[in-house]
């Protein structure tokens, strides 16, 4: 950091409000939006394994094969987000430079998403076709996701308008993740879904549907509703980036590669479970009902929402830096006590709930309150996004020049990339652990319930006798990758942001200050340099 602005603590300097005040309007529609595109994001990156190993019969050459498709296609699309972030900040239009990008991309994902879940196709021609729909979707998504999140940091640059901001923005991200968390496993798996629908096929067409559809019913919010700021005479004046002056503005921002970093290495450890091994090893050891998934993450959604809710209150009186550790110690904890009630604790049926008729033993719920403790995760994430955000002034007072847009794509870009990474060590723990053997079995029977062979009831009953014969090797293979890595990848990160990272309050405060002078310094000269021509036009004219 420039030796004008050195490094403060929190303790010494208490940071001042500063910057331009958030409206009401962009408060409520900019977060509304992202309902529906987390929705459908979650839908896809989440629960498309699922689909694909509970609707199709693959050998292991085939799930290998889409395993590097998706890898692929994954890294394809982190790649494409400072790409997508510079052709954001060189639009111009009479609508902005954001929400043109967000509409295109909103509804060529939706169509994208209901093509994939709607054709019936196996073997080898489904492969070929997963790969064109995924690298479409890799396309179409990043031009809302860019553009999207882009949007944020222009709304307003007051630190505790921005905390709360991107807290309600993640709230509504929760409620998304959460509809999908809900709705996808209930739908297809167990007997909701097989009372519904008569199989997990029938399910996953109907919700990608869904999906579609409340994709752009909720970035109208968004749309029609933010107002975005004009973009200044001199933005239009400059002419359009070039590629490596992109990548020229990400990496002399040394604060934002550290950011980013921290980000990726969250995503691919904690999402190894929520996106993969817990849902499987849910399935494996305590039945093939989506209820008993739904069920084991709702304390960690409630703790979740919690800790977004009242962040802006944790922040403003502890510090961001405080909570931002004590949530990362929470994870760690979390994941730890999950490991050591899953390896101990034996299968005691407690109750049962009768609406439900689903039953709860101590394994169960020991380990669904280990999980809600991991929700405290949430604020982590939550600051991971404003340390991104900061970094677009950080970017200012050393450049004089923000690129929201451009910035802001390495959010998207570790999430993708982390996400590719992630579903290698998923694929990899799949094959190790030889789940391909017992979704192969439960894929027949789904089908076979789609085209009346067997009943519901029949299903059910067989793939229950299907998991009862799973190996207790198998489910612990599941469970010690499932805590483990997000144990070592969250250590690593404490310790990457305790010795690199150096945007606290006190140093946002610092610099949003010193942005401010130069803007009055700038606006004084501009004023000083106009009277002086004018008076030297009147000079000159009173001459002739």
């Not at 929705?39 to 199709?56: A, M, P």
């Not at 308008?161 to 509809?179: A, E, P, V």
Request: neutral net charge; aromatic residues 14%; contains cysteine.
């Amino acid at each position: 950091m420039s030796d004008s602005i050195q490094e403060k603590t929190v303790d010494s300097v208490q940071p001042k409000q500063e910057g331009e005040k958030l409206s009401k309007r962009n408060f409520f529609m900019f977060p509304l939006g992202t309902l529906g595109r987390d929705f459908l994001y979650q839908f896809f990156n989440g629960y498309l394994i699922s689909f694909i190993l509970f609707t199709k019969t693959l050998t292991v050459a085939q799930f290998s094969s889409i395993t590097f498709i998706i890898i692929a296609a994954r890294i394809f699309d982190a790649f494409n987000d400072p790409i997508m972030g510079g052709i954001v900040e060189n639009t111009r239009t009479k609508w902005g430079k954001y929400k043109p990008w967000q509409l295109i991309g909103g509804v060529l994902t939706s169509l994208v998403i209901i093509l994939l879940f709607n054709i019936d196709l196996d073997g080898w021609a489904f492969i070929a076709f997963l790969a064109v729909c995924y690298f479409l979707f890799s396309i179409t998504f990043t031009m809302n996701d860019i553009s999207y999140w882009g949007m944020l940091p222009t709304l307003t640059n007051n630190p505790n308008d921005r905390d709360k901001l991107t807290s309600f923005t993640q709230i509504i991200c929760g409620f998304g993740i959460g509809i999908a968390g809900f709705l996808v496993p209930a739908f297809t798996t167990g007997a909701i879904g097989s009372a519904l629908f008569g199989s997990a096929v029938r399910g996953y067409k109907f919700l990608s549907i869904i999906v579609g559809v409340i994709m752009m019913a909720f970035q109208l919010f968004t749309l029609l509703g933010v107002k975005e700021k004009p973009l200044p005479a001199v933005a239009i004046k400059q002419p359009p980036m070039k590629l490596k002056d992109m990548f020229k503005v990400l990496f002399k921002n040394d604060q934002l590669l550290w950011a980013a970093l921290i980000m990726l290495l969250y995503n691919i450890g904690t999402n190894v479970f929520g996106s993969g091994l817990g849902m499987m090893y849910s399935y494996l050891e305590f039945g093939y009902d989506g209820l008993l998934w739904t069920a084991f993450s709702a304390g960690f959604v409630v703790i979740s929402t919690l800790i977004t809710m009242f962040y802006p209150f944790l922040s403003k009186k502890w510090g961001r830096e405080k909570v931002f550790y004590f949530t990362g110690i929470a994870v760690i904890v979390g994941f730890g006590l999950m490991l050591i009630f899953g390896l101990t604790l034996p299968k005691i049926d407690l109750f049962t709930i009768p609406f439900l008729n689903i039953t709860i033993n101590l394994k169960y719920l020991m380990m669904l309150i280990s999980y809600a403790i991991v929700g405290w995760g949430s604020g982590f994430y939550l600051i991971c996004v404003i340390n991104i955000t900061n970094t677009v002034e950080y970017n200012e007072y050393k450049t004089g020049e923000r690129k929201e847009g451009l910035i802001f794509s390495l959010r998207p870009f570790t999430a993708k990339m982390g996400s590719a990474l992630m579903q290698g060590i998923i694929s990899l723990v799949y094959v190790i652990a030889g789940v391909l053997a017992v979704t192969n079995g439960i894929s027949d029977l789904e089908n076979k319930a789609t085209q009346s062979i067997i009943t519901s009831e029949e299903k059910l009953n067989s793939i229950n006798t299907l998991i009862a014969g799973v190996s207790e090797e198998s489910k612990t293979i599941l469970l010690i990758c499932m805590c483990l890595i997000p144990m070592v990848f969250l250590a690593s990160i404490l310790i990457i942001h305790k010795k690199k990272f150096k945007l606290n309050e006190a140093t946002m405060s610092s610099i949003l200050e010193e942005i401010e002078k130069r803007k009055a310094t700038e606006q004084t000269e501009t004023e000083t340099e106009n009277a002086t021509e004018q008076i030297e036009t009147e000079t000159e004219n009173a001459m002739e």
